[in-house]
C-alpha cells in the first residue's frame, strides 16, 4: 500500500470514528427520537412543563435589589411569540443530524486558525436573538409607525437582529469583522461600514445599537465615547445589550484574550450589576439610562442543545446634558 493510500485510509478511519462519537453522545433520549408515540408525548410534557419554568425565570427580576435610580426605569418583559418562534426553530434545526454533523466536523476542522464568529458565517447557523420587534418599540416608547433617518447596528453579527430595528429606519448601516458576516450584511442590503469608518462618515445616527459587544470590545470605554459624539444631539439614543454576570474577552482567530481596556462591574446579582454599570460606567461616559429590561439572548443550538441562552439587561440610553 503506497503512503497516499495509507494516509486516505487514516483520514477516512478519523472521520468515521469522529462522527460515531458525535452520534454516541448526542442527546438522543428526547422526544423527537423516541418511536412510540405514548413515550414521546409523556417526554414531550416533561419537557414543556421544565421549559415554561425556565423561561419565567429568563424575565424576572426583583426590583428591590436595583438602585434607586434605575429602579423606576425598569421594563418588564415577557416571552412573545416572536421569541416562541425563534425556539422552535431552533429546535427544529438541532434535529437535522446530517446537518449538524456536517457543522460539527467543519467546526472541529477550521477552529484553530477561524473565528467563531467567521465559522458561524460559514455554515450559516449560530443565529441570536436579542428582543422582538414589541419588545424593541416598547423600550423605545415608540409605536409601529414611528420612523426615522438612520440606524447603525455594531458588531451586526449576520443582521438577523438588525432586521428585527431595520424596518423603523430610511437607511440601515452595520459593522461587523467578520468577513462571511459582512456577505450576510450585504445580502440584506444594509450599508456596510469599516469599524474605523462609522465615527467618521460626516452624517450623525438617530439610534446605535451595541448589541452584546462591549464584553468583546478591546475598547470599551473608548467606544462609548465614539458613539456619544455619533448620536444625533437630544433625540439620539443608543440601545445597548450587555450578558451578566459582566465577562469581557476578545476574539482573536481561534484564541481568547483579556481586552486591553479593563471594565469591572461589580455585584453578584443581575440587579446589583445593572446597577453598578449605571454608576460606574455609562455616567462616567456621558450617559444616562432612559429604560432598562431583562432578557434571554438567545442563540441557535447544535447537536448537542436545542439553542444556547444567557443573561442579558438592555439598556435604552441618551446623552446626559452636562456632560461635554
Same mark, same amino acid.
Request: net charge neutral.
Given at each position: =500500500?503506497?503512503? @497516499?493510500? +495509507?494516509?486516505? +485510509? ?7 470514528? %469522529? &462522527?460515531?462519537? $458525535? ?10 427520537? #423516541? ?26 427580576? !426583583?426590583?428591590?435589589? @436595583? ?29 437535522? =443530524? ?24 460559514? @455554515? *450559516? ?13 416598547? $423600550? ?13 447596528? $455594531? ?17 440601515? %448601516?452595520?459593522?461587523? &469583522? ?44 473608548? $467606544? +462609548? ?6 448620536? #444625533? ?20 482567530? *481561534? ?7 479593563? #471594565?469591572? #462591574? ?19 461616559? *456621558? ?9 434571554? %439572548?438567545? !442563540? ?25
Amino acid at each position: =500500500m503506497c503512503p @497516499l493510500q +495509507l494516509r486516505t +485510509l487514516v483520514f477516512g478511519a478519523w472521520v468515521l470514528g %469522529y &462522527v460515531a462519537f $458525535l452520534l454516541s453522545v448526542r442527546k438522543m433520549w428526547t422526544g423527537k427520537y #423516541v418511536r412510540s408515540p405514548l413515550v414521546r408525548s409523556l417526554i414531550n410534557n416533561m419537557v414543556s412543563e421544565g421549559d415554561a419554568t425556565e423561561t419565567e425565570q429568563w424575565y424576572r427580576c !426583583c426590583p428591590d435589589l @436595583l438602585g434607586e435610580s434605575v429602579r423606576p426605569l425598569f421594563v418588564q418583559s415577557h416571552l412573545d411569540s416572536d421569541t416562541k418562534t425563534f425556539l422552535k426553530r431552533s429546535v427544529e434545526k438541532s434535529g437535522w =443530524m446530517f446537518t449538524q454533523l456536517y457543522h460539527s466536523f467543519m467546526s472541529s476542522v477550521l477552529s484553530p486558525v477561524v473565528s467563531r464568529t467567521s465559522i458561524n458565517g460559514f @455554515l *450559516g447557523r449560530g443565529s441570536m436573538f436579542v428582543f422582538s420587534a414589541e419588545q424593541f418599540r416598547q $423600550l423605545l416608547r415608540i409605536d409601529p409607525e414611528w420612523r426615522a433617518e438612520r440606524l447603525l447596528d $455594531l458588531g451586526a453579527g449576520d443582521g438577523g437582529v438588525t432586521e428585527v430595528m431595520g424596518s423603523h429606519f430610511r437607511e440601515v %448601516y452595520a459593522t461587523e &469583522v467578520s468577513a462571511p458576516m459582512k456577505w450576510h450584511l450585504q445580502r440584506r442590503s444594509y450599508k456596510v461600514l469599516g469599524i474605523d469608518e462609522w465615527q467618521q462618515t460626516g452624517f450623525l445616527y438617530d439610534v446605535i445599537s451595541c448589541l452584546n459587544l462591549l464584553d468583546r470590545c478591546d475598547d470599551p470605554l473608548h $467606544l +462609548l465615547r465614539d458613539i456619544r459624539r455619533s448620536l #444625533v444631539l437630544n433625540t439620539g439614543r443608543l440601545v445597548l445589550a450587555v450578558v451578566l454576570p459582566f465577562q469581557p474577552y476578545v476574539e482573536v482567530g *481561534g484564541r481568547w484574550q483579556r481586552p486591553t481596556e479593563h #471594565v469591572k #462591574v461589580k455585584g453578584k446579582k443581575w440587579e446589583e450589576q445593572v446597577t453598578n454599570l449605571n454608576n460606574e460606567v455609562f455616567l462616567k461616559a *456621558g450617559f444616562e439610562v432612559e429604560a432598562v429590561t431583562r432578557v434571554p %439572548y438567545l !442563540c441557535e443550538g447544535d447537536m448537542y442543545n436545542d439553542y444556547y441562552v444567557l443573561d442579558d439587561a438592555v439598556f435604552v440610553l441618551k446623552a446626559a446634558d452636562d456632560t461635554e
